[in-house]
């Protein structure tokens, strides 16, 4: 009887063969993997997803490279159609309709440098006025003027597996979103899934905490990008010190007719264009699609470039206090193609019309959401990081009440405002005293560290 294979060795092989440029051979997804194997345990696992349907190898011997099963079986290699259909306008399915022949049918093109220069923000613009005003209109909630990110800030805990879980579906990670949920929230690997895909959604949290964290000093300029593409590709990329850094190196996007950019200094340039423009943009929906359009289009890094444009668009949303962009209930497959449409003919409209559908849902969604929550403390909303660092500390340390309420008063003096010093004790012991098993992972604690604090202050009354 054949020895078993485990789920989660099988579901690494794929996840390898899903994130690679291009058709992976076996040697290539043996240094994919997490943890090295002999090339022989290898071979004898792909010949077993190939005859499971699960993988299509591709060539013989030395020169054999494999693909998804699935990819190959559509017309672009992209996976499955929409759950919801995006209504096109005729140029838009124009485009998809060129993308969808095989790419020997279409034209190779490499990066066109006019394609950037000839945009002029505030004076050119890829959203005509009316889609404007319509997102506007979508976008802005009925509250007063306040900080930027105070509004993303209301809806964090659902944005974070919103957009952690979205962002990374489209680059073909299989975790469900209640997986998303459990691991966001109480640090829960799924079972029978590749480390890549833990790594990947944990690196979109850590980016989106990133933008809301410190929302005023985020924008368009080399600290933001550089350190949310750093972030978004820790532990992913076969060079750690590319995480961060402008692109080096020679790069293909899979199944294109596209020639990416290949002179670094060129593609410094073109970079350092691409966010002077985007930050004298005015609008703040022009910026956000400006930057989903030109930042894949230079490809400025060795890989992770769409999840950079992805969180990017979202930066005026949150210094704006805009509705946030989740990229709910779109598919892989219409999105691969509408990018490439920028990438292979530099027209916009095939990926404005997934934008704009795109942003109608997600701003539809955390209206309710937001309604649902009530309207914030400004108190607690004003010393939310201080909250949750005190709490925090005292569940690690493992600090019992009657420990707290002196530790608490010697700690605000040293950070907190005199004036608001007395109602920040009183706040944060309202926070320790409320807290059980429900409602602790908002403080970034672990179940066993929750559990062990709460049996000393439960004992201790």
């Known amino acids: 009887m054949a020895n078993q294979i485990p789920n989660a060795a099988l579901a690494e092989i794929e996840s390898a063969v899903r994130h690679h440029v291009g058709d992976p051979s076996a040697q290539e997804i043996l240094r994919a993997l997490a943890a090295p194997i002999p090339l022989r345990t290898l071979q004898y696992r792909l010949k077993h997803l190939v005859s499971r349907g699960r993988l299509l190898k591709i060539g013989e011997g030395r020169s054999a490279k494999y693909r998804l099963a699935h990819i190959a079986s559509s017309a672009t290699g992209f996976g499955e159609e929409d759950s919801f259909i995006i209504p096109l306008s005729q140029p838009s399915a124009s485009v998809r309709d060129y993308i969808r022949q095989a790419p020997a049918a279409r034209r190779p093109v490499g990066y066109d440098r006019g394609f950037l220069d000839r945009y002029r923000p505030n004076v050119t613009f890829y959203l005509n006025e009316a889609e404007r005003r319509h997102l506007a209109a979508l976008g802005r909630p009925p509250i007063a003027q306040q900080p930027a990110g105070t509004y993303v800030r209301q809806v964090l805990s659902r944005l974070l597996v919103d957009l952690s879980w979205n962002s990374s579906r489209l680059e073909g990670n299989t975790y ?209 990081a201080q909250l949750r660092e005190v709490v925090a500390d005292f569940i690690r340390a493992r600090t019992g009440r009657k420990e707290a309420i002196r530790h608490l008063a010697a700690w605000a003096v040293k950070r907190i405002e005199t004036a608001d010093r007395d109602r920040f004790i009183e706040t944060a012991e309202a926070e320790l005293t409320g807290l059980h098993e429900g409602n602790f992972a908002r403080y970034q604690v672990l179940p066993s560290e929750f559990s062990a604090w709460r049996t000393i202050w439960d004992a201790k009354t």
């Open 176 to 384: 469900s979103l209640l997986d998303t949920r459990r691991l966001i929230e109480f640090g829960q690997e799924a079972e029978g899934h590749a480390r890549i895909e833990t790594q990947m959604i944990l690196n979109h949290k850590d980016a989106i905490e990133f933008l809301v964290g410190p929302a005023e000093s985020i924008g368009f300029n080399r600290y933001t990008i550089l350190n949310l593409h750093a972030l978004l590709a820790n532990n992913l990329l076969h060079d750690p010190t590319a995480a961060g850094r402008l692109r080096h190196i020679a790069v293909g996007v899979e199944r294109s007719t596209f020639h990416p950019l290949e002179v670094p200094q060129l593609i410094e340039e073109c970079f350092d264009r691409i966010l002077a423009t985007a930050e004298a943009i005015a609008d703040p929906f022009e910026q956000a699609f400006f930057i989903m359009v030109q930042l894949p289009y230079l490809q400025p890094f060795d890989d992770v470039n769409k999840r950079v444009s992805r969180l990017a668009a979202n930066i005026p949303f949150i210094k704006g206090n805009l509705s946030p962009l989740s990229f709910a209930d779109i598919s892989r497959q219409t999105y691969t193609e509408a990018t490439l449409g920028i990438y292979e003919l530099n027209k916009v409209e095939f990926l404005k019309d997934v934008f704009l559908w795109a942003y109608e849902r997600s701003a539809a969604r955390y209206v309710a959401v937001r309604q649902s929550l009530g309207e914030p403390d400004p108190f607690r909303l004003r010393y939310r």
